[in-house]
């Protein structure tokens, strides 16, 4: 794993730590940087490295989302107290804030005490339910100053939504860029073909109408050309600013590697799916919400066990889609061989002189294609595998 531009990424691990005196005369980190820790995770001088440096592979995305991902670094502030932040709160205004709710609070129940034997029990109802609410606005501005797992738990969500999403845009990229090879090669089979029919038209062997034809399939493969690299360029584009770089960017974007088929016979479908209802942040959700929400509190159990429900159903989709993925990944790759050999046949008749130029690119088509198609099967397999895995770790709807 090569990794360029390494001061860019001692310069910025420097300043997660908040210290430049970290960084050594020949512009590394020194010992004391050896492991950089972030608010939800850690990492080794080595792979800060690689996160700055001008190459993207597969396995950086989510320390790259944890370093340079817009959407979550907004929420890392937020997280800070930080009064650039949407909030525009620092921790101290927080705590103040929580404390004159629960001041409120406290001077509420003292009125409603006294009040109670003059009042209606609506009326003092109301006082009760006024009093919870304050207490609910103080705990939710102490959590959001002190960094409790309530505020932790909203930036692991923001980083595991941007580091799927993100993983997502780069299956989506390479599916877009094998398939933009395609229509280049295409376009090369049409202009050669459009060549061929003006000598063939110029000596009479062919009709006006047919070389108006060609002339117009030439036109419609320069216009899915275009298309094509449009739609790669701004996948592109999308995908390298949500890690960090500008619109206009060059990364080394590497292949995504085949999925690790070994990593599915340690899923154990049983275990995981009740580690995926404990796990579940939409279960939790109903979980932390006040009684008063809800009509009963047998109205919240039958919401929770509705929910927990819906999570076990969901990862029995999410298993056999696993496996739906795993058996064409599999056929794929097992067909694969036919195609390349097929091709390389095709090769060694081209040298020989034996097909046409024109027939060599339509095989080299036909053996793109079924590359794209098995690169895509195993695309898809890693789609089903990592969604899986999110909704073990609690991202499942």
Known sequence: MKCKNKWKAAVMAAALLGNSALISGSGLLTARAAEIETPLGSYTEAEMLCFGDNVLEYWEIQGLVENYNPTYLKQLQIFNGNPDGSSGLSKTQLLQMAEEFRFEAKELKEEADERKESISEEAYQEYQDNIKTLKRFAKEKENAAEGTLM???????????????????????????????????????????????????????????????????????????????????????????????PYNGNPDIKPIPEPDLEKIKGYQPDADRELAVEASYAVADIRKKDKSEFNSTKDKLRQIEEKENEVRMQMEYLYKDVQQKTLSYQSAVEGWPVSDAKFAQAGRKFALGMISKAEYLAEEIAWMTAKANKEQAGFNLQAAMETYEWAVKGLIK
């Not at 070389?211 to 493969?221: E, G, N, T, V």
């Open 151 to 245: 505020t932790k738990r909203a930036l692991r969500v923001v980083r595991d939504q941007e580091t799927m999403a993100v993983s997502a845009q780069m299956r989506e990229y390479q599916t877009l860029s094998a398939q933009n090879e395609i229509v280049k090669k295409n376009l090369e089979l049409a202009e050669l073909s459009y060549a061929s029919s003006e000598r063939q038209h110029a000596i009479g062997m062919i009709s006006g109408e047919a070389l108006l034809a060609a002339q117009d399939s030439l036109a419609a493969a320069k216009a899915s050309a275009e298309a094509s690299a449009s739609s790669l360029l701004n996948m592109k584009q999308t995908l390298i600013m949500a890690l960090g770089w």
